[in-house]
């Protein structure tokens, strides 16, 4: 990652800086703290590139640490997945580390707080708990065994570890004040049965601690100085800096920023769940999640994704970032990176008439315009080509300029060609287009200097290789979602994935899964995963059309 990136200034790092000049730290450490429950989403990336580059900035260190503590969701598979998608993504941490690691270590702290008279065993059931919790106007109500003596809260909690109470029937809580006007300060829980395995420690633990009670005090451990997260962590922070402050331990510093919000999607982790789970999409892969295993199937870059994380900022206020933003980060980056190369998607058989049928000839192409050290290719030019089904109108409409009877366009590299006549079938459709070449127009330019306003884009029928196509589309078709009382799945885009049959260029016929090219005139796409020799398969990155530059003139 460069320096480059590395330069901006907003709240957070100026926070930093202070707690450095004023002698509070004299280092910076942060962290990642993922839940192995699914894969990272973009929105995740705002915390990671912000955790990262403060470490970075500052000569300090980024750990990854796991959030480990809910054995009924977590897997070993989200674990690598995340280690490998941060990776992809350009960051890089000093260690891994998992709040399992500190399992012993915070019973003990917790049988602290017991001993201390700050911790209890509730035998409430949850309903009670919550119903006595109060809410936001009024009080709650001390639970019945707020009071219970220190050695039978050592005694329950120790069992409460050994397994012999079922799920749901007892809890330790925080003792700090049922009437806090912070709901979160309402003796909060720190532990709760759970009879399931870990994923790392087995069957060891029948008790699990909370988020609130795990991670500011692995915060503490690890000697993290800025733990930073997202807003709706802003009223939890009292409660991470009572705990600290109770315990007589090391004390980060929890600071908060907006989370990452972008329109047409959604990005809770547990409805993303549930569109894999109810196989709405293909997978937590499927390139029309917000997921990064998605967005790096769909043919997405790190850097892409990098700049549209660095033009959002960093804010303190809630706010709804445009897709097209990121849209247009992906297809800069891809208009510098991306091999240029002809597709049909829609094909059209076009036969020239006059060109001599067993010829084949090879016209020089550029690679990248962008970037001339990409060089040129040959494309095999032949009798029978394909052109795209748009690109010609038997009765075109006002102003269309491409193919239609007697009109001459330009064949990308090629020739210039007229449109004779056309061959229909039973029920009145074009199948088949006939034109005659000139042959002096080779390469693209007229000898008499007679123009066309026109070039498109072609294959040869020959040489031309199947492929399948993927033109993936916003996975739903309102702005927000979540808007209104029917839910997200209601608003599901029913076209957010077309598949269709189409023919490539010689050189796009057995493309290795990941590799990026721009399709001339049609878009960005990406060669799948499930690609092969016998059937190259083709996602769409992004189209060419840039919306987000039409709408940074409209603001201007």
């Not at 707080?113 to 059931?125: C, F, N, S």
């Not at 769909?298 to 700049?307: K, L, N, Q, S, V």
């Not at 990121?326 to 036969?351: T, W």
């Amino acid at each position: 990652m460069s320096d480059e990136e590395t330069k901006n200034s907003d709240f957070i790092r100026e926070a930093v800086a202070e707690d450095l000049k004023s002698g509070r730290f004299n280092y910076v450490r942060t962290r990642l703290p993922p839940e192995p429950n699914g894969y990272l989403h973009i929105g995740h990336v705002k915390a990671w590139m912000i955790d990262y580059l403060i470490a970075k900035e500052n000569n300090g260190e980024l750990i990854l640490r796991f959030d480990d503590t809910n054995p009924a969701k977590e897997e070993t598979e989200f674990v690598e997945a995340i280690e490998d998608d941060t990776r992809w993504l350009g960051v890089e941490w000093a260690k891994v580390t998992f709040a399992s690691d500190y399992f012993d270590e915070l019973y003990a702290w917790a049988q602290k707080l017991i001993l201390a008279g700050k911790a209890y065993v509730d035998d409430q059931t949850p309903e009670e708990v919550s119903a006595n919790r109060g809410t936001l106007t009024t009080p709650g109500k001390n639970s019945p065994f707020r009071d219970r003596d220190v050695e039978e809260n050592m005694d329950l909690l120790e069992r409460m570890k050994n397994g012999e109470f079922p799920d749901g029937s007892r809890i330790l809580r925080a003792k700090i004040d049922m009437a806090h006007p912070n709901i979160n300060m309402r003796d909060p829980a720190m532990y709760r049965i759970v009879h399931k395995p870990h994923h790392r420690t087995g069957e060891q633990w029948k008790i699990y601690p909370m988020y609130d009670w795990s991670h500011g005090q692995n915060d503490s451990m690890e000697g993290i100085t800025h733990s930073l997260c997202s807003l709706e962590y802003e009223d939890h922070r009292p409660l991470y800096e009572w705990f600290l402050e109770q315990l007589g331990v090391f004390k980060p510093r929890q600071i908060e920023f907006a989370r990452l919000n972008i329109n047409y999607t959604v990005m809770s982790k547990r409805k993303l769940r549930r569109l894999v789970e109810e196989k709405l999409v293909s997978g937590w892969d499927d390139p029309r999640m917000p997921t990064l295993r998605a967005m790096r199937r769909r043919g997405y870059t790190p850097e892409a994704i990098r700049d549209f994380i660095d033009r959002v900022g960093v804010a303190k206020n809630y706010s709804v970032n445009d897709v097209a933003l990121l849209e247009s980060c992906v297809r800069e980056d891809l208009n510098k990176r991306a091999l240029r190369r002809m597709a049909v998607l829609k094909p059209l058989k076009v036969i020239i008439d006059n060109y001599p049928d067993s010829q084949t000839e090879e016209m020089d192409a550029v690679n990248n315009p962008e970037d001339p050290s990409a060089g040129t290719r040959k494309i095999p030019f032949s009798k029978v080509i394909y052109i795209e089904q748009d690109d010609f109108r038997e009765v075109p409409p006002p102003k269309y300029y491409r193919f239609f009877p007697g009109n001459e366009v330009r064949l990308r590299y090629a020739y210039f060609i007229k449109c004779t006549h056309v061959v229909k079938d039973e029920n009145g459709e074009v199948i088949e287009v006939h034109a005659t070449y000139d042959p002096s127009t080779r390469g693209g330019d007229s000898a008499d200097g007679r123009k066309v306003k026109s070039t498109i884009h072609w294959v040869s029928a020959e040489h031309a290789k199947e492929a399948e196509i993927r033109m993936y589309d916003r996975l739903f078709t309102k702005e927000d979602p979540e808007e209104g009382d029917e839910g997200f799945l209601a608003c599901l885009n029913p076209n957010s994935l077309v598949i269709s049959t189409g023919y490539v260029e010689p050189a796009l016929s057995a493309p290795k899964a990941g590799d990026r090219f721009q399709f001339e005139r049609q878009g960005y796409f990406c060669a799948d995963i499930e690609t092969s020799p016998e059937k190259p398969v083709f996602n769409l990155t992004v189209n060419l059309k840039d919306a987000w530059s039409k709408i940074e003139k409209k603001a201007k």
